[in-house]
């Protein structure tokens, strides 16, 4: 007889799995999740920013989008608020980052995908059978879909993902999840209090029981962005200016001593790529700064509180090299980048940064949340606070959240459910996704398209709740 | 396998096919002999043709099943199905084995299904229909609202709504208060109406007067209020439908919880739970503090409550019986008893060991409370002492230790060794009375008559027993005393009396005087000296020697006539006598020293450990009044 250990699968029926090959997408402002649901990472990770280099042509993935080429503007589909604004550019990147790792375009029957065809058959029929090839061509037949959405979204916003499901892709099923809920799915949790705090937006959402609660979701723009835009400051305002050179500029490097200017050769471009993709490729490289460099103050006490500066500066620095070769040690600075999250005094402003509200700290935002739940569930939920989103991966943010929380909490049992692993951390909401979808119990919470069909998008109100 | 036929024969499916090969297999099965393979084999092969004498099993490795062979891979299909508890019949596809044999399908679907590839079947998979539940919700008619759930504060509509978002939340109620929405609802459908008006023009404006919200709330519903609405149309429902006096427990019960709530103490609690969580960190702090001090309060009483309760019931006197002699016996053989006296014994001697004599006021320091704290020095030495004397200390019963103050409070008392059968304590004390002679036990009543000893101590308990015992001891002394002083007077006397004859002859009065003022300083100072060191019980003796002292003075100048020779063997006679008065009044000093050490000690720890009375554990009660009773004993 077989004994169960670790490694051997549950029986079927055990944890209630039954995978229908549902498609998990959680599109984000830094990437685009994709996945089958039941596997534990996503596939298919490709950022949500896309090139364009005239009106027409959308180029999308790592490998379009990060050479430099001429003309080519790098943009993303979300606008300043949180909810998706270019709905075309959207609907292709998403449809681009399922079909492109996942189900792969579908090939069309031969005789009426338009390759065989007559080119001399006159436009009227031509048109006639495109409809026919478009019909056949929806690349997700077989697939029920779930998306994420963002605890704030709104209703129209809403009934336009069901609207790109079911008219764009032809899925047989779709179902809209907020990523609160998908994010403590994923820790395990159905109540909980949920900090994500990713590029452009930190929010923070409570949840009871699997349903978010609207009137307590926060969120607020400080958040992996803001600390980018943070860190540029500091660059700009050091004595002499740190130069930021995205990778593609440089075409060879020496080495220089700290602090010295750079020695690199540079590489020239016939057409000179634009300022967003510079922005862009600047990102990545401050990107790596923020994952190698910048720490959070991890407490007791505010940074700039008393001689936590001091203490901070005798700390040991941490070196960084630019990509053109030019590198120092980073002191006290590379605490401050970060501060703004947790204290608005502490931002780093200028004339086209103001500070930020008091009430977009993350202690703030918590405090805003909590006070939004009735009182009954407060304690509940401050003992499941899930902590998601790539900047919590800052080094020692965690230590910084738990020492707020307790400050503003002090009588409650607050406890911070952070994921240990990168991956998981990233993309909670869409493991969280994974698992929901595989779930046999899900089965009837689908809408499916016949309901679709019924109801109208109107329905996706009624049942995503 | 014969009713697999008969489905194939309704079936009308060819029966013949599969059935021969199962019969095969199994006519294989049964009768070729399992093959054994490898060294087993040859061990098989060493038995020669006989059967093994012990059946012999092929060890199997339990914890790794091994791969079975079940012939090819099995193919996997999709498998679309149907969710039954879905309206829509939505379709969709999981992974399944491939069914090997056509699924059993209806006889008239037989013609259609016939043409079509076997993955058309449509499964219908009910495994996770017991997850489609909906709450259980009261429902009303119009009637019914009219007659008895009218509330000027709600309308029918909101009523309506109410109970249909309470529905769609399964009576979460903190989702339903966060979803709650009918005012912005009302609000959206005014800014419709006006809207539509507006594009109908300004002829039906009078309208919106007509509306039914005349009056519209802008004020949004507290839950309280919700749950006060719901709570209030269910329990009126469930007692239209059920008569109070037919309810059951059960629905009884549910019907004064939802009859009985009360949205404004709801409220206060809410707000005093607000304040609560809302409290400061010092606050918090000082919370901790008090609670983790009335935790150590509360397990410092229930230890002690636990201990003092063990106590009680090993000390449990034994049942009395209804003769004495049986009673008796039940007192000698009382194993709990024997088992506490053992172990107290233990104890005892491991503590004098441990402490090394002078343990006295260590021992007085220990309060209850020591023992409680720090329990372990002492058990320790115990665990050591019983380990080195492995008989004399039984383990029936788990070492206590007593403190010095709790040994005095239970009278618990240690013996070096106790004398068979029972004694009285006053036997004790009357047999303390009694000298050898009647003369002297006569003696000794009078002088403790003129003590104020009367001659039946009230309380004869062990601790007044002692002290009557030195008492005795003294008097005893000072009637030794005194009977050498006696002594000593008549000789002085007849010495004197000699005296004064000689000075009457002969005229060396010189010497005589001098002799005679030496001796009777010497005497004097005899008689003192150690009467000074005495305490007072000699005061009355002292008295009387210095008046005999005097009376020597005086009587010097009279004698002054005594003969030298006389005078001399006079105070050779004193001489030889007087090592012999300092003698015994050194023993007696010594005496006295030890008899007020013990009688300290003995008062402090109330053991009687030193008088080498019997080898006995007395439990018997010390009551407060003993304490005068000594003092007096001791006047």
């Known amino acids: 007889m077989n004994i169960p250990n670790s490694s051997t699968a549950p029986t079927a029926g055990e944890y209630a799995g039954d995978e229908v090959s549902a498609i998990v997408l959680d599109p984000g402002y830094s990437t685009t999740r994709a996945g089958f649901a039941g596997e534990d990472v996503p596939k298919s990770v490709c950022p949500s920013f896309y090139g364009q280099s005239d009106s027409d042509s959308y180029l999308f993935g790592e490998n379009a989008i990060h050479s430099p080429v001429g003309n080519l503007n790098t943009k993303n589909y979300w606008g300043s608020d949180g909810i998706v604004e270019d709905w075309d550019a959207a609907t292709k990147l998403w449809e681009y980052s399922i079909t492109s790792r996942l189900t792969g375009a579908r090939a069309g029957d031969p005789a009426k995908n338009g390759l065989n065809d007559d080119p001399r058959a006159n436009g009227e029929s031509m048109d006639v059978e495109m409809e026919g090839v478009e019909n056949n061509e929806k690349p997700m037949e077989d697939s029920p879909l779930l998306v994420t959405e963002p605890g704030w979204n709104s209703a129209k916003a809403r009934e336009k993902y069901i609207e790109i499901a079911m008219e764009d892709w032809g899925v047989p099923a779709f179902f809209l999840q907020k990523t609160g809920v998908l994010a403590a799915f994923a820790s395990g949790k159905a109540s909980g209090i949920i900090i994500d705090v990713g590029a452009s937006h930190t929010s923070v959402t409570p949840v009871l029981d699997g349903m978010v609660l609207r009137k307590g979701v926060q969120k607020s723009p400080l958040a992996g962005n803001f600390v980018s835009q943070q860190i540029r400051q500091t660059f700009k305002t050091a004595s002499p200016e740190i130069p930021l050179t995205p990778h593609y500029l440089v075409k060879s490097k020496t080495q220089v001593d700290a602090g010295a200017p750079a020695n690199a050769t540079y590489k020239t471009f016939p057409v000179a790529p634009s300022a967003s993709f510079r922005l862009n490729e600047e990102e990545r490289v401050l990107t790596e700064f923020k994952e190698s460099v910048v720490e959070v103050w991890p407490g007791p006490g505010r940074f700039t509180n008393g001689t936590n500066e001091e203490i901070a500066k005798s700390a040991p620095g941490r070196p960084f090299e630019m990509p053109d070769g030019w590198n120092n040690i980073f002191g006290s600075e590379r605490f401050r980048v970060a501060e703004g999250l947790f204290d608005a005094s502490a931002a780093l402003t200028s004339e086209a940064n103001p500070r930020p509200k008091d009430e977009w700290t993350i202690p703030r935002l918590v405090q805003a949340a909590v006070q939004h739940v009735d009182a009954d569930q407060r304690p509940l939920l401050l003992a499941n606070i899930v902590v998601t989103g790539g900047s919590t991966l800052l080094h020692k943010f965690n230590d910084r959240l738990n020492f707020e929380i307790n400050a503003i909490y002090p009588s409650t049992r607050n406890k911070l459910i952070a994921p240990g692993s990168v991956v998981e951390r990233k993309y909670a909401a869409w493991i969280g996704g994974s698992i929901l979808a595989s779930l046999g119990s899900f089965h009837q919470l689908w809408i499916s398209r016949k309901e679709y069909e019924e109801h109208g998008a109107s329905i996706v109100e009624k049942r995503c709740r | ?635």
């Open chain 2, 1 to 635: 396998m014969a009713s697999n036929r008969d489905v194939r024969d309704m079936l009308g499916l060819p029966v013949g096919e599969v059935a021969p090969p199962t019969a095969n297999k199994k006519s294989k099965k049964g009768g070729g002999t399992k093959r054994i393979q490898g060294v087993a084999r040859e061990v098989a092969a060493l038995y020669g043709e006989r059967p093994p004498p012990v059946a012999v099993y092929e060890e199997k490795k339990t914890y790794r099943a091994k791969r079975q062979s079940t012939g090819p891979a099995k193919k996997w299909i999709q498998q679309p199905f149907t969710n039954p508890a879905r309206p829509d019949g939505l379709v969709l596809k999981h992974w399944r084995r491939k069914p090997t044999t056509a699924p059993p399908v209806q006889e008239g679907e037989d013609a259609a299904m016939q043409d079509s590839e076997p993955t058309d079947y449509l499964e219908s998979c009910a495994d996770y229909v017991k997850y489609n539940i909906t709450v259980d919700m009261p429902d009303f008619t119009d009637e019914e609202y009219d007659a008895h759930l009218r509330n000027n504060d709600w309308s029918r509509e909101e009523t309506v709504y109410l109970f249909g978002i309470v529905k769609d939340y399964s009576y979460r109620w903190a989702v339903i208060w966060d979803r709650y929405e009918w005012q912005a609802l009302k609000r959206r459908e005014r800014a419709l109406a006006e809207a539509a008006q507006q594009g109908n023009g300004d002829t039906d404006s009078n309208a919106l007067a007509a509306l039914p919200f005349a009056t519209p709330r802008d004020k949004e519903r507290s839950l309280e209020e919700m749950k006060a609405r719901f709570y209030d149309i269910s329990a009126k429902l469930m007692k239209l439908r059920i008569p109070e006096v037919q309810m059951d427990a059960d629905q009884y019960s549910l019907y004064e919880t939802l009859s009985k709530f009360d949205p404004v103490m709801e409220r206060n609690r809410k707000m005093l739970a607000t304040a609560l969580m809302n409290r400061n960190m010092d606050e918090v702090k000082e919370e901790e503090f008090l609670l983790t001090e009335l935790q150590r309060i509360n397990m410092a009483a229930v230890r002690l409550d636990a201990e003092r309760e063990e106590l009680r019931s090993r000390l449990d006197a034994p049942q009395a019986n209804t003769s004495t002699a049986a009673g008796l016996q039940s007192f000698t053989s009382s194993t709990a008893l024997q088992a506490l006296f053992q172990q107290l014994f233990q104890q005892d001697r491991s503590k004098k060991r441990s402490s090394g004599g002078s343990n006295a006021p260590g021992r007085l320091s220990l309060s209850a409370n020591d023992m409680i704290n720090t329990p372990s020095n002492s058990t320790s030495a115990n665990r050591r002492t019983s380990m080195a004397l492995p008989p004399s200390a039984p383990s029936q019963t788990p070492v206590k230790t007593l403190s010095p103050h709790q040994e005095h409070r239970f009278a618990v008392s240690t013996h070096d060794r106790l004398t068979s059968g029972i004694t009285f304590g006053s036997d004790k004390l009357l047999k303390m009375r009694q000298a050898k002679s009647n003369v002297q036990t006569q003696k000794i009543a009078s002088a403790l008559q003129e003590l104020g000893v009367p001659e039946i101590i009230p309380i004869p308990t062990s601790k007044v027993a002692d002290v009557f015992e030195q008492l005795v001891a003294k008097v005893g002394r000072l009637l030794d005393v005194r009977k050498v002083k006696e002594k000593e007077m008549g000789e002085c006397r007849v010495l004197s009396r000699m005296k004064a004859a000689r000075d009457g002859t002969a005229g060396v009065k010189q010497e005589g005087d001098a002799s005679g003022e030496n001796n009777g300083k010497k005497q004097g100072e005899g008689q003192d000296t150690p009467m000074g060191d005495s305490n007072e019980d000699g005061a009355g003796e002292d008295d009387d020697a210095e008046g005999e002292d005097d009376t020597g003075a005086q009587n010097t100048p009279a004698n002054a006539d005594r003969d030298d020779a006389e005078a001399d063997g006079g105070d050779e006679d004193r001489a030889e006598s007087r090592p012999q008065d300092v003698d015994a009044d050194a023993d007696a000093d010594a005496d006295d020293v030890d008899a007020e050490g013990e009688d300290e000690s003995a008062a402090q720890t109330s053991r009687a450990t030193s008088q080498g009375a019997g080898h006995k554990r007395s439990a018997s009660e010390l009551s407060d009044g003993s304490q005068p009773s000594e003092k007096r004993a001791r006047k």
